[in-house]
């Protein structure tokens, strides 16, 4: 499949990705590579433009990441970010300084000159930094287009050569026209048309997968999330047969989650699933256990003994397939091009599965772009546009012991809630909402009796990526409603309460 492609050349940058996902907003497919490509490997994919990403490296240190400096005569577009502006200075005869203090944060920008690099940017707008070297002097050819207040030479352009150049970093959000000045590259410079979208790269991931697995075989955990669905449903499209995924059921999903998931996969998908009914060995070892900690410590380790219970009865598979997704590598930290990732190791992968390699096939990709790969693969709404759900699930929304009656009165208002906030229309606006069962104990009056029950919490939270989160302002009728139905209809609950923290200082979930 021919199409636009940028390179983007990685010098270390934590947030390359951020950088790779601009360009495919942009509609213009891309790829990563690392600094040290040779100008073969960078000429034969054919590319519109090159980006060269930050680093935290010193371009004048001795083993700092540069590229050969051929690269600049191969005729193609290149644009430097951060410390790939001053690979740029450094290579072309530039002179790059340390500035008297690492400047970070928002600071003004002041654009200099009408380029088309600045296109529609606002001439006194603000810009992210963070730095400490900098380009005091651009090489010959170049002129200063913007500058900030402590870093004049902010933005270069040499349009001879199209080598272009910014100290800021145009691909954070904290950039108001980042965006802008990305595509103003991406359109103007290097001629792109943007005409790529989500579906082609499920067409060709679907492709490369068959190519890789071949007739082998491949073994999955299914949890019926958007990431592991997604993933499990690129590798049956790619291979069919040949997968087969695993869904252990461990008695602490939602109400009627675990027949929905396998109904789905089985039924409409035709997949090869197994599910392992473990609901009574897992309450089994969670009985008494109140320590949320220790809860998640047995859940997570039972899940891993299921898993390699059923995997061995399949015998040797050749790959495992992990749905690890962009934001669980930036979390755990791992490097670039390491073949097993800590988070691996974090999340704990089974000790005792026989497979040679692992896939992750959506390991650079962020979780909305995750959903509209799902969305272009055929996969329901309800599954790629589902709320974030741990992995511990119910067991840490009830507080303090486990018990099935516990659980049957949480899933009942945990239902009641979600079904009327979806008839309400709320679903699309919040981040993650579901009841909590407080273990608390109040007096209420139901008829002419006096009661003395379990009070319900719920949470509702609006967010962008889970790390901070507000409370949500559902309406009041919509609460109402919820209240009423869940004191009504669900045995043993005479209260209903509505958590109005933000994250923080409290966090999404309660245990
Ligand atoms: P907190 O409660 O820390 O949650 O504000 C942030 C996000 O993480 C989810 N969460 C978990 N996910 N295992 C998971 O897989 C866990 O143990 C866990 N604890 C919290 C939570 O639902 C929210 O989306």
Redesign the pocket.
Known sequence: MQHETILILDFGAQYRQLIARRVREAKVYCEVLPWSASLEEIQSKNPKGIIFTGGPSVVSAKDAPIVDKGIFDLGIPIFGICYGVQVIGHLLGGKVERSAEREYGKKPLHVTSNHPLLQGVEKETTCWMSHTYYVSEPPKGFKTIASTDTCPVGAIANDVQKIYGVQFHPEVVHTPYGSQILQNFLYHVCGCKGDWIMGDFAKEKIAALRAKIGDKKVLCGLSGGVDSSVAAALIHHAVGEQLTCIFVDHGLLRKDEGDEVEEFFKGEFKLKLIRVNAQERFLSKLAGISDPEKK?KIIGEEFIRVFEEEAKKIGKVDFLVQGTIYADIIESGSKHGATIKSHHNVGGLPDHVDFEEIIEPLEDLFKDEVRAVGRAIGLPDYLTERQ?????GLA?RVIGDITEEKLAILREADYIYRSEIAKAGWDKHI??YFAVYTGIRSVGVMGDERTYDTAIALRGVT?TD??T?DWARIPYEVLERISTRIVNEVPHVNRVVYDITS?PP?????E
């Open positions: 998640r974030p759900f741990p992995g511990p840490i981040w993650q967010s889970g790390m989160a994250k409290g966090t999404i979930e309660w």
